[in-house]
């Protein structure tokens, strides 16, 4: 076994404390939260069953990991209810609306800057 698919490799949990596997050789029977997403399913409070690990040959780039839960402990994903739905508007209005000048930009203000480019920018210039 090479050493980059090694490190990868733990399905008894011994080396990582969970049971590892490398990316795309997960067993059966487990997922993604976003692979639930997908099925219209959700954790639902499960705990973590495993996780698959990309290890990188180069040393800089690191090592991605996503956790997987088990299928047939998820539960569906809860309906969104008029409440949820006018709650995320007034999130998202909030995230789109610049807090020196008080309009709406009509997109997402980046964290970054603070404000609407803008109000950011008076002069037109950016960086």
């Known amino acids: 076994m090479s050493g980059v698919f090694g490190r990868c490799w733990d399905p008894s949990g011994a080396l990582h ?3 590892t596997f490398p990316w795309r050789l997960a067993p059966e029977g487990l997922a993604t939260r976003r692979q639930l997403r997908a099925r219209g399913l959700r954790p ?3 705990p973590i069953a495993a996780q698959i690990m990309r290890c990188s040959r180069r040393r800089r780039a690191g090592v991605a990991v996503a956790y ?4 047939d402990q998820a539960q569906p ?3 969104m209810t008029p409440a949820r739905r006018a709650a995320l508007e007034r999130a998202m209005t909030a995230r789109r ?3 020196a000048c ?3 930009a009509g997109y997402c203000i980046p964290r970054s800057l603070g404000m609407c480019v803008t109000c950011a920018y008076p002069d ?3 960086h």
Request: charged share 20%.
């Open 102 to 104: 008080r309009t709406d």
């Open 77 to 79: 994903v809860r309906p």
């Open 68 to 71: 997987l839960y088990r299928i």
């Open 44 to 46: 639902g409070g499960q």
């Open 17 to 19: 404390g969970i049971p």
């Open 97 to 99: 609306t610049c807090p």
């Open 124 to 126: 037109g210039q950016s």
